[in-house]
């Protein structure tokens, strides 16, 4: 495929991998971060007409900036083509303003991702009112890939006597999946948020008791959705209690609350650099690029 990868060095292992499933070439972009806290970027020697800007977007804001940066200087360079491959998509979340004046960060990130981008491709992003990812982002190709499958064939057979629950109605997508085809034992939370840190879970009746029991979610930010439904897991007699999810955002104190509240185990995508990534994305991330490619000619 006569594609050029590109990463910033936070990204590297995963861009590496992408490139070796692609088997193409990887170059870093070199980043300088003055005192200040204004970036430089350098791309390197540009081979290729077609580039992959491999990044995922958790903490986003520097991110962006240096995003932008290098692929308005691949277009200055020549670069005709230019795609993002963005595991962890930021800015998801707002798709709409609750009180005038709020900005609608999905639409405008999203404009702004189109503006640089001809492809974006991602892993379960957060769309709440839309149904699909060029909605968000207009450009000639934006693809919502999902790693549940990828979750659901880790586990699968690794866990006796298990059961799978989302802690949210909005888990069920993810959660049947993991669980596996025609699978019954899994069942589904709800959720009450009051603010960022702050959530009440409601388990539905089942038999929890001496049970190994996996949460799954798409995102764990703050932690108080995983860790709520763990505590109550707990209550209720699971044995073990494990969470699984494709983003491990892990905000500032998560760790130390899903490990208070009684979660034995993290297994997360390695979307995000985190010591509980357990699965690589590279396959599902190499075979969306095929399409992108074939679709290119
Ligand atoms: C909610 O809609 C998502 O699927 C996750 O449940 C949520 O983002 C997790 O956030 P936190 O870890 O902050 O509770």
Not at 193 to 214: F, K, S
């Amino acid at each position: 495929m006569t594609i050029q990868i590109l990463s910033f060095d936070n990204y590297q292992h995963q861009a590496r991998r992408l490139a070796s499933a692609l088997n193409c070439p990887h170059t870093r972009i070199e980043l300088h971060r003055f005192p200040d806290g204004e970036s430089r970027v350098q791309l390197p020697p540009i081979t290729e007409n077609h580039l992959v800007f491999c990044q995922s977007l958790d903490f986003p804001n520097d991110k962006l900036i240096e995003l932008c940066l290098a692929a308005k200087t691949a277009r200055a360079q020549g670069a005709t083509r230019l795609t993002l491959v963005a595991p962890y998509l930021c800015y998801m979340r707002q798709d709409k303003a609750f009180v005038p004046g709020q900005a609608i960060s999905q639409q405008i990130i999203g404009a702004l991702l189109a503006d640089l981008f001809d492809d974006v491709i991602t892993v379960d992003p957060h769309l709440h009112r839309i149904s699909r990812l060029e909605q968000a982002i207009p450009c000639k190709n934006a693809i919502a890939l999902t790693a549940a499958g990828l979750l659901g064939e880790f586990v699968r057979n690794r866990f006796d006597n298990a059961v799978f629950i989302g802690p949210d109605e909005e888990s069920e997508q993810w959660v049947k999946v993991v669980a596996g085809p025609g699978k019954v034992d899994y069942v589904v939370a709800s959720k009450i948020r009051y603010g960022d840190r702050e959530v009440a879970i409601n388990l539905p009746d089942y038999a929890y008791e001496g049970r190994t029991v996996l949460l799954v979610d798409d995102v764990i930010s703050s932690g108080h959705t995983v860790a709520e439904s763990a505590r109550a897991l707990r209550q209720r007699g699971a044995r073990e209690v494990l969470a699984l999810c494709t983003h491990a955002l892990l905000a500032p104190g998560a760790e130390q609350l899903l490990a208070d509240s009684g979660v034995d185990r993290l297994i997360s995508t390695d979307s995000i650099s985190h010591e509980s990534n357990a699965i690589e994305l590279a396959p599902l991330l190499a075979a969306a690029m095929d399409k992108v490619y074939k679709c290119k000619h």
